[in-house]
């Protein structure tokens, strides 16, 4: 065990040395191509999430294409012919796409993830994709992430069954060097080909993406992340360390949106607040947490409103309020619950 946490270590360092507190959640993006999986990291301006999707190093034996527009033209250039391949397609931040491209995106990327193909034939255009896995992986603000949901059924539905979801909290991070890593695999990728369920439990990770994809797709979620790791540390039998290490390193992440989510009718589709996920994210920006006037003053509300948010934010057990005197009188401060704050105490392992 102590060898799979330094190769982790490892890889995280290279991350981490420029840009502190980033380095899980590229693992987490290198898993998910090796998974074949899609992920949104969510999180407000300047939080990293974009420099998280340019550092997802590219794997052996897939094409990686970043898209800051989409069109058929700009596929047809990009990508063409495809056919057994293994795609991936980055939006470093979804927000810079048009309702028009995001809709194209959206019906290209839908097709691809459930048929594994796409083809437009026109005099100009020749594009044959076929037999083809997808990845992509998304920028996203809250705020756009929750309208899309809401507002649109198919980006509702293509969210909640084909993405992971992953709030992007980072208490660690420090001043940072703007530049691009180059960053080394640990070891040759071992293909899986099978998992013995009778001797690994997967049952506490099926819990996590129940939250986050379509309980039917939940095994399989739980299943192929925990292959993934596996192979990314070399090695070519699942092991119940195997799932209890990847637990340990991200359900905080993954839990943390499925408790934000809710239904306000049987008959409505689960929403997720825009506005919590902005103060939980920038919460989970401070390490010794962060005062309330601080807070409205950075987000642009009334102290009132960062009230109202927080409230609902501590009901779901996710941030803790301090109150103290200070010069001026009371003083509030928020910070994230006492098992977050310890995950990040321990997040070098």
């Known amino acids: 065990m102590l060898n799979r946490r330094n190769t982790i270590r490892n890889f995280l360092h290279q991350v981490d040395n420029a840009y502190k507190g980033l380095g899980l959640p590229v693992l987490y993006g290198t898993l998910s191509v090796m998974a074949y999986k899609s992920v949104f990291y969510i999180a407000d301006r300047g939080k990293g999430k974009t420099r998280v999707i340019k550092l997802i190093p590219e794997l052996p034996n897939t094409r990686t294409t970043s898209w800051d527009s989409f069109t058929l033209e700009g596929l047809d250039q990009n990508i063409g012919q495809a056919v057994d391949e293994q795609l991936v397609w980055k939006v470093e931040e979804f927000s810079t796409l048009s309702d028009y491209h995001r809709n194209l995106f959206l019906t290209v990327c839908s097709k691809i993830a459930s048929d594994g193909e796409y083809v437009h034939w026109t005099k100009k255009l020749n594009i044959n994709i076929q037999n083809c896995k997808l990845s992509i992986l998304i920028a996203i603000q809250p705020r ?148 309330k006037d601080a807070l409205a003053q950075k987000l642009h509300v009334g102290e009132r409103n960062i009230e109202i948010y927080a409230e609902r934010l501590m009901e779901r057990g996710l941030i803790a309020k301090k109150t103290h005197h200070g010069q001026k009188g009371k003083v509030t401060e928020y910070h994230l619950n006492r098992s977050l704050e310890e995950f990040f105490k321990r997040y070098c392992l």
């Open 144 to 291: 756009l992430y929750s309208f899309l949901c809401n507002r649109y059924t198919q980006w509702e539905s293509m969210s909640y069954d084909r993405f992971s979801k992953f709030l992007l909290l980072n208490p660690l991070r420090a001043d940072t060097k703007d530049v691009d890593l180059d960053l080394k695999i640990p070891s040759d990728l071992v293909p899986i080909k099978d998992i013995n369920l009778r001797d690994v439990d997967l049952r506490k990770i099926e819990e996590v993406y129940k939250g986050q994809v379509s309980e039917g797709r939940a095994f399989l979620y739980a299943r192929d992340y925990v292959k993934s790791l596996t192979s990314f540390l070399g090695e070519d039998n699942v092991k119940q360390e195997h799932a209890d290490l990847f637990y340990d390193l991200f359900h905080p992440y993954l839990n943390s949106f499925s408790t934000l989510q809710f239904a306000k009718d049987l008959e409505l589709p689960i929403e997720v607040s825009a506005g919590e996920m902005k103060l939980f994210t920038e919460i989970g920006s401070h390490k010794e947490g962060v005062r």
